[in-house]
Structure formats: C-alpha cells, structure tokens
C-alpha cells in the first residue's frame, strides 16, 4: 500500500533523507526505527505530501503522492508527533472537525464521532475541552483524529512520546486493531521495544539512510546469537584491537580511547579471557555492561552508538 523508491530529501546543505527505499503492505505495521535527527519525520512529511521530495518517488495505493497528492491524502490517516488538535475545543467537536475535512457526511460523521470515542476510551470527556486532558489523554484523541475517516493507510510518528504507561498500552492496541481490520500501518519510533512489541517488518534508519530491513527474525538474524560486550575505562584502541582481534569468534564493534564494544558468542562464560586480553594490551576496565541480542544491539552493531543517542 504504500511504495517508497529513493527518496531524498534536502534543505540546502543538509540531507535529511538519503535515498531511502521500502514497501509496507496492508494488514500489517511497517516500522522505522531510528534515533531523533534520523529522518523518520520527514519521511513521513513526505509520505503524506507536507513535504515534497527532492528526488525519489512515493506512491500510497498506486497513486503517485506528488502528482495527485489530494486523491492519496483522502486515503490516509496521519497521526502527527506534534498534537495536531484545537485545545479550546471539545473532545467531540475535534473529531468533528476533522471528519467533515476528510468529507464524512454530516450523519456518518456523528455516529463515527461516538464510535471513535469509545473507541480511544473517552466517551465520557466527549463534551470536555481538550485543554483539561491530560497528556495520554491528548495522545489517545489525536490518534482518533487519524483514524475518525477510515483510513487505508495509518502514518504514525512517535505517537507515545510523553505518555504514562497506561495510555500507552491503550495506543498499542488501538494501532493492533487497525492493523487487523486491514489498514497498512507506518508507525516511527525511537523506542526498540514499541518496535519488537508492534512491527512486523522493520527498516532502521541512521543519518538519513536506511541501514537495515526485514522481519523481527531477519534483522536478529544479522547478529547471530552474539552478545554485546560494552566495556568503559581507558584503553589505548590500537592495542586492543590487535589484542582482541587476535581472539576467535571476538569482532570489535568499538575501539576509542574510553570505550570498547565487542560482539561475540556466550560473552558471559568468556569474561576471564577478554579481561585477560584488555589488561594485557594496557587497558583499565571500569565499567561492563553485556547485552544479548537484540534491536538495540544490532543498532550498536552497525553504528557503533545506543539508538537513543
């Protein structure tokens, strides 16, 4: 449902999308997963045609974004990063609004009103103003916003930024129920576990481009069942990475004067031999942290950084 072919996107001298390719098919929730800064957002600015790209295609059920971008919105719910609702007024009058917008009928619109109400848990605040919700609760109602016109395609940018852990729960299975009546779901996210717990195939995203794609299995994949050894102190980083390369089945993810990253298989039972190893290049550990395999440590892996940096 939705095709994206090379996208680029620049301002000026700054890449914010560097040729970024990917396919999300209907009944599922196609993930991008990336640090701030990565190019997820705009991605989806030019998915939904706020933004137009610099070069590259973008296609929502066929129709090319650019070239009839009023056909392909009428078919998408977007639901934005930045609340996308009139605090002044209520609950009720929002999803009015943006019914009517999306061109529901005066009659369908106020059953679908209450039935999106219920929906998102607040059926009982329809007549409040949005004003005197509380964050989760102005997540939930923007989502509901999103989805008041039925859309076919979900864009979803980091739609549980701020909220408690109930309302987030709550917005997981709302993007599950959307996901199982049929719509194609892009969801943006920064947190690894929202995309181990939602996605069903997953690009990850690093600088503008996309560093890696497939299913949860694929992408584990990559690593094998290597763990990920973090080491802090102070390390000369020639020396240990000769020191260590030297050892079987150890690769050197990070080699910097106050870090060290290794990937390797049952790093727990080895410990006593990197230790070794380290000491004997000159090194002064202070700091272990090992991690199995995961999103995060594959993250780490290909870029050397944690995905929330």
Not at 115 to 127: A, I, M, P, Q, W
Not at 251 to 264: D, G, P, Y
């Amino acid at each position: 449902m939705i095709e994206v072919q090379d996208l680029r996107k620049t301002y000026g001298d700054l890449v914010a999308v560097d040729g970024v390719s990917f396919t999300a098919e209907g009944g599922a929730v196609f993930g991008l997963l990336g640090p701030n800064g990565a190019g997820k957002s705009t991605t989806i600015g030019c998915i939904s045609g706020l933004l137009r790209p610099t070069a590259g295609s973008v296609r929502v059920l066929g129709i090319d974004v650019v070239g009839d971008g009023r056909e392909a919105r009428r078919r998408l719910g977007v639901v934005p990063q930045e609340l996308a609702l009139y605090e002044d007024l209520s609950a009720r009058e929002n999803l009015d609004y943006w019914a009517a917008a999306y061109g529901l009928g005066r009659g369908d619109r106020a059953a679908r009103v209450e039935e999106v109400l219920e929906l998102v848990g607040l059926s009982d605040r329809g007549r409040d103003r949005v004003k005197t919700f509380s964050g989760g609760m102005k997540r939930r109602l923007n989502f509901a916003c999103g989805v008041v016109h039925r859309p076919d395609v979900l864009l979803l940018d980091e739609p549980t930024v701020g909220v408690d852990p109930q309302s987030r729960v709550r917005l997981f299975d709302l993007v599950r129920a959307e996901r199982d009546r049929g719509t194609c779901v892009l969801y943006t996210t920064h947190y690894m576990e929202e995309a181990e717990s939602l996605c069903d195939r997953l690009a990850i995203v690093d600088h503008g481009k996309v560093i890696a794609h497939g299913t949860l299995a694929e992408l584990r994949s990559l690593l094998g069942e290597r763990d990920l050894l973090r080491l802090a102190g102070a390390f000369d980083p020639a020396a240990q990475r000769a020191a260590l390369g030297a050892l079987a089945d150890v690769e050197v993810v990070q080699c910097e004067a106050e870090a060290l990253t290794l990937a390797l298989p049952a790093a727990s039972r080895r410990l006593p031999e990197l230790f070794e190893a380290v000491a004997r290049a000159g090194g002064d550990v202070r700091e272990t942290t090992l991690t199995q395999p995961s999103l995060e440590t594959l993250f780490i892996k290909l870029t050397g950084k944690e995905l929330r940096q």
